[in-house]
């Protein structure tokens, strides 16, 4: 941790305006103010980030394409990051008693909302948008002038009268300004009301790393965490006086110098798509500074865009206010809101390649985050889950009407209805449950589907005994410990399973981490037992070595296997040992995580490998070290495949900044 963001002071233009903090309901005002500027800002990033074209399809170049690639990647950590904050903002004002705020009045956000200083529109990928970026994540302290494409009116203030107690805006020069308030206004009432009384929330009412492992979350208990939440979001961009090289207001300096320089090297270059300042969904009362989109097709792409970005601040509002007993759905809500949002970036880089309308020749549709009347958190039970997953199941429908068979997004509507299919729903046929009893444990299927894959499989009296070439690690357990059954080097027949008493076969079978040995019993051998707990192994600079009943996108594959988390292999998500080839280094030795014994320590494990994303884990299981220690024990775990992760071996979305590529 560097040193306290919070412990300069400076004054702009005279005297700085004083953010006064007296009491909780304050407190919990201006935590929304933050809230709503992160939310905002993270909106205007990401208009940003899909206006730019996808590649050659585009007309891009192949050179073009890759520095608008790296573009897309910058900007979509920094709205990552932003993502964090808000989160952060959230945790700090359950913390305090209050609740997370995910509203905001629908784009141009109004000016008086937040303080004269911040202007938030939504505005293409331009020079303009890097400067206006740069303006908004300048170091407190720092004196520059926004772009000239973003005019602010003249200045107003925003002051609450002495000696009131209904809380009102406030003034702050920059958003590091406003920061700094917010942690004198905690240290001011934790010496008025007691740190213990000011932070009197449930800690489980936070959404936590466990369950969203976004860069730098964490949960706030007291006041040295809620002073180190607050440096994150400082350090991490918005207003650190000694910014990092990962700093947003880096990033964004970085992004400005390369656009000039390839701006100069060809004047004609176009990375981004032509798309509307400030579009609006309906005909505007006043329409000055907003584009009406009006095209047919852009209309039905817009509506869709939307639907599917409220729905995924549902399913994040929804993650709040969960006690332990509810953390299986807040796991869920928020794995759904990545998910949605992954189907949201498709569907709003193609909105961004159709015309607005007739009216407006020449401009492009583009993301209007139009926001519902209302995001409030619905109440836990059978009516939260049939609201959500009915939902979803409409957007699935529309999104199958907009993009038929032989679309490039014909597999959005899909996507939908997997995540509709994870909520469990009152009345619907149950789901298998999560603990299986030990006299009745699934037995693992044939590893592999065609001859192709198997190299070896020969019956024996007791067993079929096969081998799966695409799974090996040559780990050796097989020739090295039954070699008159598993002959190395030889032309021919070279898998006995005769030459060796049954259960010390057995034995062998099961001690092949990867899963490439296998055999289906016969007459009075028993199959291969499930463990008795799901756990992985993290292979020092190797692979994850898994013991589970797993199932991979939906198909069982047995009860042990090594996956990828080099990023390198090219049998993922399998391990084929390319990581010796690649120099991969990851400690199979990282610090135990605080965690609780499982209730249950077995059952089906779900791996769902994201699309250039990580190992997104559901079920029961412990993450061990490669001794054996115990490193952390979850019932959902988003797992680095990228490599690249410095969180492993859990992702921290690396893989967004790396270009990591699988489906």
Known sequence: MQKSSFKGEFHMNGEEPKIRIGDREELIYMLAEA?????????????????????????????????????KRAMTMVAVEEMTHLTLVGNLACAIGGAPHLSHPNFPIPFGYHASGIDLELFGFSQALIDHAIFLERPEGMELHDSPEFVHPSDYHRSPPRGTIMPSAQDYETIGHLYRGISHGLDVL??????????????????SPADAPLPGLMTVTDLASAREALETIVEQGEGAPEHTEDSHYQAFLTMRSNLEEMM????????????????????????????????????????????????????LVQSFGRDREGADHKRLFTTLAREMMSALTPVCEHLASLPAGPENPGVNAGMTFTMLRDIARLPDGHGEMRVLSERILEMAHQAGQIFPEGHELEGIADALRGMAAKI????????????????????????????????????????ILSFDT??????????????????????????????????????????????????EPKGDTAPEP????????????????????MRIDGKDIGFRATLCRCGKSKNKPFCDNSHRDAGFVATGEPDTRPSETLAVRDGPLDIAPQKNGPLQVSGNLEICAGTGRNVDRVTGARLCRCGGSKTKPFCDNTHLKIGFKSD
């Open 190 to 207: 934790s010496r008025k009301l007691g740190e213990e009384n000011l932070f009197c929330g449930d800690e489980d009412d936070q959404i």
């Open 264 to 315: 100069a090297r060809d004047p004609d270059f176009e990375p981004a798509f032509p798309v509307a300042r400030n579009p609006v969904m309906q005909e505007p009362v006043e329409a000055e500074g907003k584009v009406w989109i009006t095209d047919p097709e852009a209309v039905k792409v817009l509506d869709l865009a939307n639907a599917i970005y409220n729905h995924m601040l549902r399913f």
């Open 35 to 71: 809230a709503a500027i992160e939310h905002n800002v993270m909106c205007c990033y990401l208009y940003g980030i899909w206006s730019l074209k996808r590649g050659e399809q585009d007309g891009l170049t192949p050179e073009q394409a890759e520095i608008v690639q790296g573009w």
């Open 470 to 519: 695409s799974r090996c690690i040559h780990a050796r357990f097989c020739v090295l410990g039954a070699p008159e059954v598993f002959l190395a080097n030889v032309v021919g027949q070279w898998i006995f399973p005769d030459k060796m008493e049954t259960q010390s076969l057995r034995a062998i079978c099961h001690n092949c981490p990867s899963g490439a040995v296998s055999y």
């Open 530 to 549: 499930a463990p008795l707990v799901n756990l992985v192994k993290l292979r020092e600079n190797g692979p994850y070595a898994f013991r589970a009943p």
């Open 424 to 463: 469990v729903v009152p009345g619907a046929p149950p789901k298998p449950p999560k603990h299986v009893p030990h006299d009745d444990k699934p037995k693992p299927e044939k590893v592999a589907e065609t001859e192709e894959d198997v190299i070896g499989r020969e019956e024996g009296r007791d067993m």
